[in-house]
């Protein structure tokens, strides 16, 4: 009930803080005898870690994930998954400067006056580290799904916005340069505004579109747990997100009815996609797609004032080694939790008919 | 598990199809010794009620609900409020012609691919009559959190939207016209444009915007439960919702960190408020505010051609009596939903610290 | 969280006090497609409901229940089920004389304590008239798993114990006689010792015992949610319930490991059952099989001394129509409970496997 | 939903499998501010850990438990405390002559009908190694419920039964024998006559007695989550559990209604306790006791006929370190799975009021 602990029956519990001893997880409710190729885990690892690019934190963690249980013979076993990821490169002094202040836009206030006191080193618990996580979960989720594609990208950095449907793009592409666009020419211009921004000490928001293909129809409870309300709880529970649409989202509320509707063609497939691949909240077979709103990092390099536990105004500013944009490393997060989402919505879709 | 149940400690169950014998819920968690002024939730459902006004669908519901449990001499009791609204007004006839048919965007294809049949009167269960159970219950939870002020008001219908932010309008208006627009202007063009686009015999979407102001510091839970994740949820389990964002949202993806970070005041209450009241998913005090997206309503009345279930084409068109804009009659929904999120958050948060 | 939801994926939350305007339930996660025989719900409720012998309480109620939603065409629709029952026969003047004093062993005191008031009519939530909801949805449980057979008897009355042990007795002979004891030499013994006691103005306790037949193989969760602690907590949640026992239970504390092990036949079942069915909490095909204790009814008619809310002495005595022993009247009650189980644990068992 | 999760806010979920990694577990929601004593941590593991006197197992494990997070500056900071116990003196040897073979009474044939496979290797997550986990999260737990007394103790081995009532012994002097018997007479037969069985090479059962004293009057929820009945599943979920009675249990059937009622003093207390302390499934403030039975162990070292995945018979006999009788190393989990139980409904009960 306190909130580290995602799915009904695909479940996972995270723990860990940025500068305590580990973070990890337990994965329970993974079905008996999916073949887990633990290379993949870690490649999915090391997309989302940190100094694998010009443009994101240069710290340097190798992020090497130990299983301890739940895997036997190369196949899990459907017993809790347990796994924990050691912290090595914590530079608790980095953060010493904030023990007794609160960063704007941070959660360093809000933890303190909700818990008493905080572990003020990194952020803790509210650090984006904690996501490593979900990413070796998703990782395995993938397996288990491995008949359904899952593809993120970064569509917009900033003002920079790419305008093509995710249709009209090569999803091949999206891992050939640092930004994680899959438009070659696009993903040069962000690359080139994310360094300037940098520069200025400053940081940037951005956009992450995410695609599911090949998702069986029929994923997703009515009324509460409708499939597109669980991937959106589970996209803004991702760090910095601030929004979520699918389907025609927010532009889709200017047209008529009319036009927004998706005809049939004769097997079920629809003639447009307005709807997302998802009706009345469960997926009807055509492709899931979403975009997810990431504010700029709230910890920026130039200087600025702000108040420490008593009120008083102190002058500081950001130290250490920061994102100036999260986009590019949210990719593999988001993906992971649409595995998550996708898996727990498959096994709860086997108990619905006799 | 199977998506009736909102809420972790203050949970709604609901139960009923739009044309079955009655629509209800159990209300289970609501704390004991809360004054229930039954005059206030029938004046929350008949905010929601079909008929009110010219632009909602002409269908006449008294939706009186009948409570059975939970409360005695006018308190809650601590034990589970179960209540029911009978279905009066039902014309199953008018559904005749989609028993073997599918109508475009709507649940119809997928409920039968999911489940094997459906019950095809009005929707059934996917219809939004559901949430009149979660109006009941969000009156509840109002009276609960009585010094948290909840208001709803629709700020965009189809391309006219309110550039105004909440806090230019005056709240008090939104009751003032059938739209629930605050501005009384925008409320008239809105308004016009409604009956324009339902004389078409088509539909329109909207926006809805909602703010909880006085909200405590400290709800949400971090991780996976943050406080925007379940308003996030909440918002898009409602039927046609499309899209959700909090704070500064899509637009704030634009700006750099410097500009977006809001800055402390000595009481920690902050200058600006991107934040949208909530930091690292926990409430700051500040004015929690978001924006969802409600796509045009599928039922258009204009002839339109569709599959039946062995995949012919058919032509029909849609009968009965519909909304041609569902963000008016939403309002009240939004409002209860957020109100079951802040009592739900408001009980876990009394049980994290010592 | 209250405590008034039962089951994770097939979900009883019911409703209602013993006084209020009905009970009733709501049953979540019923699978699709369950062809339900109205009557033989009905002819549960029955089986428990009050004065249908000389030896229960002699209140009449109907308990005639009504459904609201979620079976249409006379199959379950896999939406959730809700129905309530009238309360019909209350009498609260029945309850004055408690309004303001606490009956000894009830629950009278510990909910003022908790809560701060309490529904004192007849015991309100605390009263055994609850558990009608959970035999309307035993009987739709029964119906999902129809291939499975549930039996309870009374075993035990007082100090009138069956030695023999279930498979030497003719089950079908349960409902013969107003004790439900399937040994008719027995049922007499027991039948006389009560109208004994009840004409002291007294109670008695007893002992029911549970069997599932032809339960299939793997039911059962690893570590916290073993069948039996399930089926443990399920009769333990049973009004005036002090124990539980499966198997062997407490005599076979006695036995020695070489002796109270099950050798396997070759097919996998076993040359003894003391496991009951049960081995590791994962049924293995045998016939599972426990004893419940119920304690001797609280409400007696003689006078006796008790204290009001200021903790003064007051001398009063039982008033209303109470049963002098519980057991008879539990068992359908034990077997919905049994159902309900089975039916959750075989959903869940069909998402443990790739 | 796979089992491995125990607790509604206070939740506790475990991993591992004894031949593994490591075990370990995740505590969440475990309240913000409670100062941890690590080393009181370790002295229950202690009291758990196999080799600790001469009528226990005689393996050799230091059960070390290594925190991840959650604690900080020597305080829980409300965030999930990770632990984990590497496993280091697995002899899976000992084991391969199980690989293909199913020992008689164990899971290890419903684990293989169940997942299709299983981990082999000494019980995998079967193991009662298992409980280590409970025992660290419930040692946190104890520290947490500071103001609330504790004591579980062996009150009965094979037919050598105390007859001694809790109140009646002095509980202090239960870990001054390693039968863990408070009566040091009874405690010196019970270690002789599990000394005589071990020799035999066979094992034998025993019964626990858990006391909690001091508890608040209020825990428990009403209906379904009985506090007894959560505290009946958390006995039950134990490995080799067969049975659960409180308060008067299965001796109380036999008693009359008059006799067994708890008469009330003024102050709210009772004359006697029958009720085991909780009425109505609510802690009164008086005592809560209750008894928990235990199997004998099911590997004996004696040879025994089994058989193998064919069905074939197989001769064989149980090889490694075991326990003679289970119930001295289990004092400690009845303990720790007490502490979660009242945990987590102290915290439940702070949600039901306004």
Redesign the interface.
Known sequence: ??????G??F?L?????SH???????L??C????KIDLDAVQHELNRRKPGQSSIVTQRKEPDTV?????I??G?T??????F?IRNTNQKSNDYSHIKDS?R????D???D???????YRGG???SAR?TASRVVAGAIAKQ?LSSIKINAFVS?V??LRLEKHYQDLDLSLTESNPVRCPDPEMARQMEAYIKE?RK?G??????ITGVAQHVP??L???????L???L???M??INAV?????????E???????A?????????S?KTN???GI??????GMDIYF?I????????I?G????DKE???VQTKGKGRHDPCVVPRAVPIVEAMTALVLADYS????????
Chains 1, 2, 3, 4 share one sequence.
């Open positions: 009930m306190a909130g580290n602990t995602f009904n029956l479940k519990t995270t723990f860990g803080e305590g001893v580990a973070i990890g997880g337990v329970d409710g079905p008996a005898g999916i130990e299983f301890f249980s739940g036997f013979d196949k076993t459907g017993t809790p998954i347990g924990a609160y704007p836009s941070h959660a206030y809000v933890y006056q909700k818990y008493g006191f905080r572990d803790g618990r509210s904690e288990f917009q900033g003002d921004v200025e400053d940081t940037v928001g951005g956009v129809i029929g997703g409870e009515p009324v509460f747990d409708k597109h309300a669980e959106g709880k589970a803004l529970s601030k929004g979520f649409e699918y389907g025609s989202g927010f889709g509320v200017k047209m008529k009815g009319s927004h509707n998706d005809q049939f063609n004769s097997d079920g629809t307005y709807s997302g009706q009345g909240g469960i997926s009807n975009n709103a990431f504010k700029p990092v709230a910890t920026v130039q600025y004032e702000t108040i009120g008083n105004t096994l709860l879709n086997r108990t619905i008919k006799l």
